[in-house]
Nanobody, 115 residues
Framework: QVQLVESGGGLVQPGGSLRLSCAAS????????MGWYRQPPGKQRELVAA???????NYANSVKGRFAISRDNAKNTVYLQMNSLKPKDTAVYYC?????????WGQGTQVTVSS
């Protein structure tokens, strides 16, 4: 059974940090492009960061310099380190795996940035 399970979300104060994890099962992520998306309240889902199968990252302009995506193919896991968090980063964060016509999503993890 193919699964992506996100963890690490929660409530954090502005300026704080969180590290999200996305553990894959039922398939190997090594050939997949992996991404983190987010959906703020009342808004559409948007790409936050992605990493190719070769390990090349790219980021939305809104998170450049603050977030870092990484992958550990041996652990079948992708991470999103989020620093200097702002209230506008509040959203449900989703993990995505993409290869060819295969597209898998996790169930999401809530990140709330508030004082």
């Amino acid at each position: 059974q193919v699964q992506l399970v996100e963890s690490g979300g929660g409530l954090v104060q502005p300026g704080g940090s969180l590290r999200l994890s996305c553990a894959a099962s039922g398939f190997g992520i090594s050939i997949y492009a992996m991404g983190w998306y987010r959906q703020p309240p009342g808004k559409q889902r948007e790409l936050v960061a992605a990493i190719t199968s070769f390990g090349n990252p790219n980021y939305a302009n809104s998170v450049k310099g603050r977030f870092a995506i990484s992958r550990d193919n041996a652990k079948n896991t992708v991470y999103l380190q989020m620093n200097s968090l702002k209230p506008k980063d509040t959203a449900v964060y989703y993990c995505n795996a993409h290869w060819g016509n295969r597209d898998y999503w996790g169930q999401g993890t809530q990140v709330t940035v508030s004082s």
